[in-house]
C-alpha cells in the first residue's frame, strides 16, 4: 500500500521516523525504521536516512508491503525438552531463537522445532493456525519464566479466583492418567 503525506509547519523538524509513527499509529516506530532502511521510504522522490529532520514542503512517500501470511513447516531441532507429557511440553528456549514466524523470521523458530517434536502441524490453511500455537508457546514461555524467578498465581489474578491450587485440581481432577 503506497502512501503520501505533506507535513504542515505545525509538523516539521522532526525526525521522519517519529512523524510517521504519528501519521501512521497502526505501524511500529521500528518498523517504520526497517521501512527507511530497505527504501520503501522516499523523501521528494530520494531515499533518507532515518535520522532526516522532516521540512514543510517535503512530499513523503511511503509504501507498506502487504503482509505475507507465514506458513508453518515442521523442521528438525535439538530442542532443550524440560518435561513432557502426553498434554504439555517444556522447552529451554535458547536466547535469540525466534519464537514463530514473523517477517524476516520464517523458519528455524521454536514454532516449527514445536511441529516435529509435538506432533502439531500447521499447513498454514487456517491464518489462525499460527496464532494459536504462538500463543501456546509464549504463555509456556511466560509460565517457566515466572517459576524460575520463584513467582506464583495467586487468589484474584487473572483468571485464577478461588485460587491456584483449586483452579489446577478442579480443571485436571477428572483427567485420567
Do not use: W
Not at 150 to 156: E, I, S
Amino acid at each position: 500500500m503506497k502512501q503520501e503525506f505533506y507535513p504542515t509547519d505545525m509538523e516539521d523538524h522532526v525526525r521522519i521516523d517519529k512523524y510517521l509513527a504519528e501519521a501512521c499509529p497502526d505501524l511500529s516506530r521500528s518498523y517504520i525504521q526497517k521501512l527507511l532502511k530497505s527504501g520503501q521510504v522516499l523523501v521528494n522522490g530520494q531515499g533518507v536516512k532515518v535520522s532526516y529532520i522532516v521540512e514543510e514542503d517535503d512530499r513523503i512517500e511511503l509504501e507498506v508491503p502487504e503482509a505475507v501470511e507465514p506458513e508453518i513447516l515442521a523442521e528438525p531441532m535439538d530442542l532443550d525438552v524440560l518435561y513432557e507429557d502426553e498434554d504439555i511440553i517444556l522447552i529451554n528456549k535458547p536466547k535469540g531463537m525466534v519464537v514463530h514466524p514473523a517477517a524476516g523470521h520464517y523458519t528455524h523458530t521454536l514454532v516449527n522445532g514445536l511441529a516435529i517434536v509435538s506432533g502439531i502441524i500447521c499447513d498454514g490453511a487456517k491464518p489462525s493456525c499460527a496464532g494459536k500455537i504462538a500463543a501456546a508457546v509464549d504463555a509456556g514461555i511466560m509460565g517457566y519464566y515466572m517459576y524460575i524467578n520463584g513467582q506464583q498465581f495467586k487468589g484474584g489474578d487473572g483468571i485464577v479466583s478461588k485460587g491456584v491450587e483449586n483452579t489446577i485440581t478442579t480443571r485436571y481432577a477428572t483427567t485420567p492418567t
